[in-house]
T-cell receptor
Framework: GENVEQHPSTLSVQEGDSAVIKCTYSDSASNYFPWYKQELGKGPQLIIDIRSNVGEKKDQRIAVTLNKTAKHFSLHITETQPEDSAVYFCAAPPPSGSARQLTFGSGTQLTVLP | NAGVTQTPKFRILKIGQSMTLQCTQDMNHNYMYWYRQDPGMGLKLIYYSVGAGITDKGEVPNGYNVSRSTTEDFPLRLELAAPSQTSVYFC?????????FGPGTRLTVL
């Protein structure tokens, strides 16, 4: 199946700085890469996703970049705010290509320091 | 819409006991999922369902069973609880690629 590795496991940034979280995947046929945000005591929530036919996607302060050759994708958060503090998970589908059976990374605890 | 609801929120079981974790969604989603989340780990897929009457195993199905008799409900059954099943369990549903998660059930097996 798909192997997804996520780094770093913890990340602290000053408010207003940028944060970058990186994930690598093993199957070159994977074509869908979502990022989920999990706030304390809640279930994860999709914040952005990207398909393999594009290299970058932006949504206000959040962006995701994809490097298919290197098989990695990254989450970029600019102008970080305290409410960005959460655990972030990347994910990728299995070799069969179905986005229903996601393999999740181990998560990154992001702390935005005031 | 309430979205995805899970009950109970917390539960302590003794080894060998059984229980059912309930999950209901009111969004008329075809797909439903059960995940477990261990500390410092990502979500592991236990079982999923593509519609009423159809279920399939995920990455870590051993020790669990599911059923899907209606579109709305997707209960997860633990027959003989073991300490290794101590975890936070999340139910999710989807129509397209985006999965909508419930608030989770924290289960401790002692």
């Amino acid at each position: 199946g798909e192997n997804v590795e996520q780094h770093p496991s913890t990340l602290s940034v000053q408010e207003g700085d940028s944060a970058v979280i990186k994930c690598t995947y093993s199957d070159s046929a994977s074509n869908y890469f979502p990022w989920y945000k999990q706030e304390l005591g809640k279930g994860p929530q999709l914040i952005i996703d990207i398909r393999s036919n594009v290299g970058e996607k932006k949504d206000q302060r959040i962006a995701v970049t994809l490097n298919k050759t290197a098989k990695h994708f990254s989450l970029h958060i600019t102008e970080t705010q305290p409410e960005d503090s959460a655990v972030y998970f990347c994910a990728a589908p299995p070799p069969s290509g179905s986005a229903r059976q996601l393999t999740f990374g181990s998560g990154t605890q992001l702390t935005v320091l005031p | 819409n309430a979205g995805v609801t899970q009950t109970p929120k917390f539960r302590i079981l003794k080894i060998g006991q059984s229980m059912t974790l309930q999950c209901t969604q009111d969004m008329n989603h075809n797909y439903m999922y059960w995940y477990r989340q261990d500390p410092g780990m990502g979500l592991k897929l236990i079982y999923y369902s593509v519609g009423a009457g159809i279920t399939d195993k995920g990455e870590v199905p051993n020790g669990y069973n599911v059923s899907r008799s209606t579109t709305e409900d997707f209960p997860l059954r633990l027959e003989l609880a073991a300490p290794s099943q101590t975890s936070v369990y999340f139910c999710a549903s989807s129509l397209g690629n985006e999965q909508f998660f419930g608030p989770g059930t924290r289960l401790t097996v002692l």
